[in-house]
């Protein structure tokens, strides 16, 4: 290898690099953790073979998160100015790969600091500069340490042309300290670092990229919740409000957009944010429009006092500037993908491509600038109905009397944005001229404004469902949107789709068009492609979920769907994603179960292949994980629907291998392949136990794996639900025997606070961990019995899974509550909410009563007590169920 290498240096023949790529590519491919051949490779590097073999070896090194490379990237790392920018850059990665792994441990790993903060100063490369500002950002959140964070704030500080790359990482900090899993002091420090680095580097004499950079990171601290730091970010924001650089002005109004969704009070400068807002939506720049016309819409549910009063009086000026901004132009938006855009008319592809060390400047928009202001338009109209209608009504007349089309598609967008259950009583009367002008525009040539008038009627089944019960005229609303469902472009067809399934969620009675809407289906999706094939995908899901649909009709629909994807797969150059397909059959599958087979039973083949083709090549390509992901969730309703007979169409083997591979794929941009593993092994443990048993040991320690809260919320959420199956459904000696481990991990999740969903799946799975080893669980109890307290005190009390959860706890270990007088008396608080609240079971709530009696009678003194220090409405409840004092 070293000859070959030294050959091609020298001017050897083409044949011979590619000889040695090929050999060393295999060799590679081969290797295991902790291999022999790692070391020797590794040691046999100079620089010249740097050159040549990092590209490959690096590609292969990777996949093995092992430390045993490190010395690979720190010998790349230190010869970096004589490597080649694709050498830099793959070593980089192959580090960035590393510190996400965890398996680096701090002192071994800060070898590593020194060569890559030289690189962010020193590189002239950009993307090396940014990926090795991302390594320093990812280090330092992952492990907890300062000293690359004061790497990248040098190089920030430099004049040397980093400073772009710098800047990158230290957003990258701001972005993810407030959800590490790292100490509070920790958080606070670096928070009040990055925001006094900041506002040092926002003044006007400073760079463009240092404004740009200080700005970025400033509103993305404002989401964290440390004390005193929000007040800076404000004056922050407000000082650069002024700037005339449009990447700068839109990162403000973004700003201001956390601290209102944050609930931040401005101290009496609500009216000057407002105007400042009204503003920003006349801007030149996209991105400024952009983020102004989001501002009502965030900042309505937030609102209180003085703000909403400024809204309420700047109405008038508001509705115009969203109106305007709501008009569709080709030069405003062409640089951006946006769900309304016509794949078919523009050559735009469905996927937003984007990667980790992209551009951290710019902006990805699930929503184009017209469609975030409809959905404020909306906010506002539910809000303020009278005064926003009586504004709205009278343009959206001018402007369907127009001859220009983009103005009557603006106008209809309007219409459709303010027709809602709240303006019901104001626009009911005006319901047989909007339909006249709705039909009036399925008749136009402009194929836009056909698609929003399908969306447009889509939202007539909110505001005027009484109405529609009416079967004539519900059978003129279904005429259009079959028009629209079978529509020459592709625009339109998504749209009379997406309509069609409004309604078959609405409480407008569908049963007797059925038949008519399965009819209609089989011609449009002929017709579709791309995300039309979507649509028309969610349209037999929605029909299945909601109507009552026979056998023969879903196979009819299915197979067609078949069809078209195969002829799709032959006549376009990027192939038809099975994801909707999939979708659509799981379920199917859950209202007709084993009745799909064998005819549909290719849908299931076809996720398997998938699958297969996955594993062997662990290859998570953006395209493909979205179908990785539907796939798993497949075999999971599978396994749900035909239990045991779900082995006649696979293999236990490969079920086993795909938990192995789901649970344990853990890279950052695919973390929903993790969730649908850990779902999936959750769902086998509950159906079909015998899979999972012959790795029952390994599935425990996958779930402990996950980092409490940097594996993500879907992740760590699903990873805890498992938990729980296998307490259930586990074998009780493999499982109880870690059930010290399994318990300490649940407590980590709960001290982190991961999401909202989290504590709900916590509590059922503590109650299963209580039941399977209440000596080794009882003594963490008492401070996740406060927490789920006063969590049940909130918005969510009258949550069921709440209270089943609690009451298996409380009832297997009552004492644990006398233990803390805290404990007991948020206890005697929620228990009130459980007595009067009608949808919890009757037999529950007697349950309950006894476990209150059986306090009461136990301590007599202290139950007085208690119940005089409650509120009034809850002495009443307990009084009337002869528990009062």
């Not at 903060?117 to 590189?123: W, Y």
């Not at 006649?648 to 973390?671: E, G, I, M, P």
Request: proline share 4%; net charge negative.
């Amino acid at each position: 290898l070293k000859c070959c290498c030294q050959h091609h240096v020298n001017g050897g023949n083409s044949w011979l690099h590619a000889w040695k790529r090929n050999w060393l590519s295999r060799h590679c491919m081969g290797m295991q953790r902790n291999d022999a051949n790692v070391q020797r490779l590794l040691s046999s590097l100079s620089s010249v073979e740097v050159r040549l073999t990092s590209k490959e070896f690096a590609l292969r090194t990777a996949e093995l998160s092992d430390p045993s490379v490190l010395p690979y990237a720190v010998h790349v790392f230190s010869c970096m100015p004589d490597a080649i920018p694709e050498v830099q850059h793959r070593a980089a990665l192959l580090a960035l790969r590393l510190v996400r792994s965890k398996n680096v441990d701090v002192q071994s790993a800060s070898s590593i600091f020194a060569a890559v903060a030289d690189v962010v100063l020193k590189s002239p490369y950009k993307g090396v500069q940014k990926t090795a500002a991302l390594i320093l950002a990812e280090f330092a959140l992952v492990y907890s340490v300062t000293a690359p964070l004061e790497g990248l704030l040098s190089a920030a500080a430099s004049e040397l042309g980093a400073q772009e790359a710098a800047w990158i990482g230290l957003a990258k900090v701001a972005e993810g300290v407030e959800g590490s899993c790292a100490p509070a002091r920790w958080r606070e420090e670096v928070c009040r670092t990055l925001v006094g680095f900041a506002v040092a580097h926002s003044s006007a004499g400073r760079p463009v990229a240092s404004r740009r950079g200080a700005v970025r990171v400033g509103r993305l601290l404002a989401a964290a919740d440390v004390e005193g730091c929000r007040p800076i970010v404000l004056a922050l924001l407000g000082n650069m409000a002024l700037d005339t650089d449009p990447v700068i002005v839109g990162d403000v109004c973004k700003g201001f957009l956390h601290l209102v969704s944050a609930g931040e009070l401005f101290s009496g400068q609500e009216d000057v944010l407002s105007r400042f807002m009204v503003h920003a939506m006349s801007h030149e720049d996209y991105n400024v429009r952009h983020a102004a016309c989001s501002f009502w819409e965030v900042a309505l549910p937030n609102a209180v006092g003085a703000l909403q009063e400024s809204v309420a009086s700047l109405i008038s000026e508001v509705v115009p500037l969203l109106m305007c901004n709501m008009q569709y132009s080709l030069e405003n938006e062409h640089r951006f993908y946006h769900p309304d855009s016509d794949e078919e008319d523009t050559g735009l592809s469905d996927d937003d491509s984007s990667s980790e060390s992209s551009e951290c400047f710019s902006v990805r928009y699930d929503l184009s600038v017209r469609q975030e202001a409809a959905s404020s338009l909306d906010s506002l109209s539910r809000e303020f109905v009278r005064e926003v209608v009586t504004e709205v009504l009278p343009r959206v007349e001018d402007g369907l009397l127009s001859r220009n089309s983009e103005q009557q598609e603006a106008a209809t967008l309007a219409l459709g944005a303010v027709l809602s259950e709240k303006s019901a009583s104001l626009l009911r009367p005006h319901l047989p001229a909007i339909l006249r002008v709705l039909v009036a525009a399925f008749a136009q040539t402009a194929h836009r404004l056909r698609s929003t008038a399908c969306w447009t009627l889509g939202r007539v089944a909110e505001f005027a469902a009484e109405d529609l019960s009416d079967p004539h005229l519900r059978q003129l609303v279904l005429g259009l949107l079959f028009q629209g469902a079978h529509d020459e472009r592709a625009l339109v067809r998504r749209a009379g789709l997406s309509a069609i399934s409004v309604y078959l969620e609405s409480a407008i009675p569908m049963v007797d068009h059925v038949s008519e809407i399965m009819e209609s289906l089989v011609p449009s999706i002929a017709l579709c492609s791309g995300r039309g094939f979507s649509c028309a995908a969610d349209v037999l899901a929605t029909l299945v979920e909601t109507q009552a649909v026979r056998t023969d009709q879903v196979v009819r629909l299915l197979e067609a769907l078949g069809t078209r994807l195969r002829a799709l797969r032959l006549g376009m150059k990027k192939a038809a994603s099975i994801g909707p397909v999939i979708e659509a059959f799981e379920s199917c599958l859950q209202k007709h179960g084993s009745q799909l087979f064998p005819k549909c039973q290719w849908v299931l083949d076809n996720a398997v292949e998938l699958l297969q083709e996955w594993i062997q090549s662990c290859n998570t390509s953006k395209e493909k994980q979205d179908d990785i992901v539907a796939s798993i969730d497949l075999l999971a309703a599978c396994a749900v629907s035909l239990k045991m007979d779900f082995l006649k169409f696979v293999t236990d083997a490969f079920l086993r291998q795909v938990a192995a591979h789901s649970c344990t794929h853990s890279r950052t941009a695919a973390s929903a392949i993790q969730a649908s593993g850990f779902a999936f092994l959750g769902d086998c443990l509950a159906n079909i136990p015998t899979i999972i048993a012959p790795i029952e040991e390994q599935a425990l320690d996958w779930v402990v794996a996950v980092p409490p809260k940097f594996g993500g919320q879907a992740v760590v959420n699903n990873a805890c639900w498992s938990i729980g199956q296998f307490c259930q459904h586990g074998t009780h000696d493999v499982v109880a025997a870690r059930s010290q481990k399994l318990a300490n991990y649940c407590v980590q999740v709960f001290q982190s606070n991961n999401g909202t969903e989290t504590p709900k799946t916590m509590a059922g799975t503590w109650a299963r961990l209580v039941m399977l080893a209440p000596q080794t669980v009882v003594p963490l109890t008492p401070p996740v019995l406060d927490h789920w307290l006063g969590c049940m005190r909130g918005p969510d009390v009258d949550d069921f899974v709440w209270y089943k959860a609690l009451h298996v706890v409380v009832l297997s270990h009552a004492t644990l509550l006398r233990q803390s007088p805290l404990s007991l008396a948020r206890f005697v608080s929620v228990s009130s909410h459980v007595l009067r609240n009608e949808q919890v079971d009757e037999s529950l709530r007697s349950d309950w009563h006894c476990l209150l009696a059986a306090f009461r009678d136990q301590d007599h003194g202290l139950w007085h007590q208690l119940v005089a220090e409650q509120q009034p409405e809850v002495q009443a409840v307990l009084q009337e169920r002869g528990l009062g004092v």
